[in-house]
């Protein structure tokens, strides 16, 4: 075949492929095993039809539609190595001579093109962790709450109680609700029956019986009812309340394993705050850093790359969507997009991606950073932990050639962003230039 190439904007190239004698035959071959098994020719067991009478049979034009579904693919791979072109994604091919000499053109889209803008000047302040007195309290009264047993109280009702009461609910004479002896957690905020029916109650004593109104939403679930006034009748009989244990030494020791003092205790929650708010910090100053990388990024990608990742994050989207039930057409109402805002969107994310991941890239090649054998191992270990009966399976998939390097790639690029945030905090002054 003879190839011809032309470079075109935005990180394409055009290659032209010219199909020469002979090119096809081992293709017709294919065509011909695979036709053959999928068609009934009198007097010959299935797939056991000579050659010569498949191709009478079918005719000459679905042979060649055969063939060139095999040849195509194998052509352009063959073309783009040749041509020594650096192919970036996938490549749109068009037949555009069908007559002899048949001949096809595919775009192909170039890896993006980065330039850095002196990503070792990259300086970022780093903000303190601090843990207060105040975080460890909140702390130490989750754990009181969630040890503490409930038990009657002789006191009027305050938000957090659990009520055991009657209730009996009309608008416009119509009895909405009416229960008896049923047990409801007077929430600070909740909608349930209506908003603000636990804040009716609170006040209210065991034997004591409240009247009261409340307004049922706009937006309520039965339009019949929407708007309107709900007069209330509640019967209140027995309260029950957190009994909250002391903080002392001894709440310490029944904490989880046990504390020798209150004081160790606080030293834990307060060692667990500062682990939790460093990983926090951690992760928020390395997405600071790859943004400044990314601000210095100037990025050359072609079009072909972008529509494909956008592609990509609408099938991702919509897959997760299946399994919420809910239809890409449900989600857009509901968030108000139309569908040609909600693939622009798409298509912006796609082109951040493409230029994150190609920024990082670039400092891997410039930082020459890269990850050996036994990193990758620990990663498909780390990836296949847990994942029990399949675990063989997985730890076979990622061992393959195309998943190691590929996860040798993500490697790498957390390396550069480790190396990155190493200089952004001043402590590497070295390495490679500023710009490529």
């Known amino acids: 075949m003879?190839?011809?190439?032309?470079?075109?904007?935005?990180?394409?190239?055009?290659?032209?492929?010219?199909?020469?004698d002979g090119d096809l035959s081992p293709y017709y071959d294919k065509a011909y095993r695979r036709i053959v098994q999928r068609i009934n020719v009198p007097g010959f067991?299935?797939?056991?039809?000579?050659?010569?009478?498949?191709?009478?049979?079918?005719?000459?034009?679905?042979?060649?539609?055969?063939?060139?579904e095999f040849f195509i693919p194998e052509a352009v791979d063959k073309a783009v190595k040749e041509q020594g072109v650096d192919q970036g994604g996938v490549p749109s091919v068009e037949v555009v001579q069908q007559d002899p000499p048949i001949t096809l053109k595919a775009v192909v889209p170039l890896t993006p093109k980065v330039m850095l803008n002196a990503y070792r000047e990259i300086r970022l302040p780093q903000e303190p962790v601090e843990v207060t007195d105040q975080e460890v309290d909140r702390v130490l009264e989750d754990m009181r709450w969630a040890q503490a047993p409930w038990g009657?109280?002789?006191?009027?009702?305050?938000?957090?109680?659990?009520?055991?009461?009657?209730?009996?609910?009309?608008?416009?004479?119509?009895?909405?609700?009416?229960?008896?002896?049923?047990?409801?957690?007077?929430?600070?905020?909740?909608?349930?029956?209506?908003?603000?029916?636990?804040?009716?109650?609170?006040?209210?004593?065991?034997?004591?019986?409240?009247?009261?109104?409340?307004?049922?939403?706009?937006?309520?679930?039965?339009?019949?009812?929407?708007?309107?006034?709900?007069a209330f009748k509640v019967t209140v009989h027995e309260i029950k309340a957190k009994l909250l244990p002391e903080l002392d030494d001894e709440f310490a020791k029944g904490v989880e394993k046990g504390y020798e003092s209150l004081e160790a205790l606080k030293a834990k929650v307060r060692?667990?705050?500062?682990?939790?708010?460093?990983?926090?910090?951690?992760?928020?100053?390395?997405?600071?850093?790859?943004?400044?990388?990314?601000s210095r990024a100037a990025v050359e990608v072609s079009p072909m790359l972008v529509e494909h990742e956008a592609q990509h994050i609408l099938e991702e989207e919509e897959e997760s969507l299946k399994r919420q039930r809910v239809s890409v057409d449900q989600y857009l109402s509901l968030v108000g997009?139309?569908?040609?805002?909600?693939?622009e969107d798409a298509r912006k994310e796609a082109l951040d991606r493409i230029i994150r991941v190609y920024a990082l890239n670039k400092v891997v090649e410039l930082e020459g950073v890269k990850a050996d054998d036994v990193e990758i191992e620990e990663e498909i270990n780390s990836l296949v932990a847990g994942a029990g009966d399949r675990e063989k399976a997985l730890r076979r998939n990622l061992s393959q050639a195309d998943s190691r390097s590929s996860l040798a790639n993500i490697l790498a690029r957390r390396k550069a962003i480790d190396r990155l945030v190493t200089v952004a905090k001043g402590l590497d002054q070295g390495g490679a230039p500023a710009s490529p």
């Open 2 to 20: 003879k190839v011809t190439k032309e470079d075109l904007e935005k990180r394409e190239v055009a290659l032209t492929i010219e199909v020469e």
């Open 45 to 68: 067991r299935k797939g056991k039809a000579p050659r010569t009478i498949v191709q009478r049979l079918v005719g000459e034009d679905v042979m060649l539609e055969e063939a060139m």
């Open 152 to 230: 009657p109280v002789e006191r009027p009702i305050a938000l957090g109680d659990r009520v055991t009461l009657d209730a009996h609910g009309e608008i416009a004479g119509k009895v909405v609700t009416d229960q008896h002896g049923v047990e409801f957690y007077a929430a600070e905020g909740s909608p349930v029956p209506l908003k603000g029916f636990s804040e009716a109650l609170v006040g209210a004593k065991p034997g004591e019986t409240k009247e009261f109104t409340l307004k049922v939403p706009d937006d309520f679930q039965d339009p019949n009812l929407a708007g309107k006034d709900c």
């Open 271 to 294: 060692e667990d705050i500062r682990t939790r708010k460093e990983d926090e910090a951690r992760t928020k100053y390395q997405e600071r850093v790859v943004e400044e990388l990314v």
């Open 337 to 343: 997009r139309s569908q040609e805002q909600h693939q």
